[in-house]
């Protein structure tokens, strides 16, 4: 059955970023009709699910490209750290403790708070075991997932239950892509996930080089922390990206969260190989690693694309939080003109499509994209009377209690408060359940 979301305003982000009067058309799971649409388009379909819109915004479901999945029942648990000691005193531990049940109900409450958001995809790193359990909850939610196991194959202070071989490493991370890529029609896909230089061998990150030139896409860390980099530095002699890109994991299919601490020659690797830079402003902020200087790499060609890392360094997972803060914190530096809303509500959408690899598929409202969109009602104290620029409406006024409803793939997955793909109340049943369990477990 068709959907038809009628009478709204259409925020695009095609590439003249049109902002419509009119209807949205969506048949078989893409759009097929935006603006005003013919008599005989809306007579060939089968039958239609109609949505009023009237009075509302419709955008492009956001994209949240940086995500830990499994971590989002450690939620509260690892607080007032710097990075290298929140991973090893916190983080690590509480990873190595999930089984398969704790680890796909982390993945389904996370997924839940994305999509009650109105995010309708993200690009996720897992931990080390029982990946297959977060692209299970994503199947059955109908979310749209890009992930993959974490790689860790330097055993040097990680628990027993994150230890791994490198050949092991390789050989499931091969296996999970042969399972899941391109699985549900496409909403899932795989991305290789070394979890950063410092828990990975060259061995290791040679082999995911050889598979990145091989058409597989990469997601990790670089250059969080002072601390982090300069390990870096003293182990390979280089920068962490300079590093990185002498073994091969730079370019367009590669997609490196936070980027805090670069070289001037640094930020032009990332310009010139494409590479898609992940910033999560919440996340830097809260572990006071620092700010990634976002307007002046914009300026210089990068992709730049938006997450919220996890929930135990944000504490939450809620896209237009990190829209506001991006908009925000770099203006003392740049001036109140130097960063302008449209970007930042591009680097949430479009920007995050990028750095999944689906920017002909997602990330804007055009003819022959998925029908992966969200509904917002603005029409509430905090956001009227609003002005005339849309951007800044969604990104200074906007919040997810604007939600009403979420679209992937033509099927609605969230309408007004309620989820039609999963079951709100066992979820949140289970997972406090299962993060007393991980803490029993951890002792």
């Not at 007032?80 to 680890?103: K, T, V, Y």
């Not at 409450?109 to 309708?120: C, K, S, V």
Request: charged fraction near 25%.
């Amino acid at each position: 059955m068709d959907l038809l979301f009628s009478g709204g305003t259409i925020v695009t982000m095609d590439p003249e970023r049109r902002v419509l009067e009119g209807d949205l058309l969506v048949r078989d799971g893409r759009i097929v009709a935006l603006g005003e649409i013919p008599g005989e388009v809306l007579a060939a379909g089968h039958g239609q699910r109609p949505v009023d819109c009237r009075g509302k915004i419709l955008i492009p479901g956001l994209i949240q490209s940086h995500v830990h999945l499994c971590q989002t029942l450690f939620r509260g648990q690892a607080e007032e750290l710097e990075l290298l000691d929140w991973l090893r005193e916190r983080i690590w531990p509480f990873e190595a403790a999930h089984d398969p049940e704790s680890l796909r109900v982390s993945a389904e409450l996370g997924i839940a708070e994305l999509i009650a958001g109105g995010t309708t995809a993200c690009l996720d790193m897992g931990t080390v075991r029982h990946t297959d359990a977060i692209f299970e909850a994503a199947e059955e939610t109908g979310f749209r997932l890009t992930g993959g196991k974490a790689m860790m194959d330097v055993r040097r202070g990680l628990p027993a239950g994150l230890r791994e071989k490198t050949s092991d490493s390789l050989k499931e991370s091969d296996r999970l892509r042969e399972r899941w890529e391109g699985e549900a029609g496409g909403r899932l896909r795989y991305a290789y996930a070394p979890r950063f230089v410092l828990s990975c061998t060259e061995e290791l990150l040679q082999g995911v080089a050889e598979r990145c030139a091989d058409g597989a896409r990469v997601h990790t860390h670089a250059s969080e922390s002072q601390e982090e980099l300069a390990a870096v530095r003293e182990r390979s002699g280089l920068d962490n990206v300079a590093y990185l890109d002498r073994l091969g994991l730079t370019g367009e299919r590669v997609a490196l969260a936070h980027c805090v601490w670069l070289t001037a020659r640094e930020q032009r690797i990332l310009a010139e190989t494409g590479t898609h830079l992940l910033h999560c402003p919440s996340s830097n902020l809260k572990l006071g690693s620092g700010l990634a200087k976002i307007p002046e790499l914009e300026a210089l060609g990068v992709h730049v694309a938006l997450g919220p890392d996890g929930a135990p360094c944000n504490n939450n997972l809620d896209q237009w939080v990190e829209m506001r803060l991006m908009a925000l914190i770099h203006l003392p530096r740049v001036g109140p003109a130097g960063f302008p809303a449209r970007k930042v509500f591009e680097a949430a959408t479009l920007g995050g499509a990028r750095a999944l690899g689906l920017e002909q598929e997602v990330g804007s409202l055009e003819v022959g994209k998925r029908g992966d969109l969200a509904v917002l009602d603005l029409q509430r104290p905090a956001t009227l009377p609003g002005g005339q620029d849309i951007y800044s409406r969604l990104v200074f006024s906007a919040g997810r209690d604007c939600v009403e409803t979420v679209a992937i793939d033509g099927q609605i997955v969230f309408d007004h408060g309620v989820f039609l793909t999963l079951d709100r109340d066992r979820v949140l049943r289970e997972a406090d359940a299962h993060a007393r369990a991980i803490v029993g477990r951890i002792g």
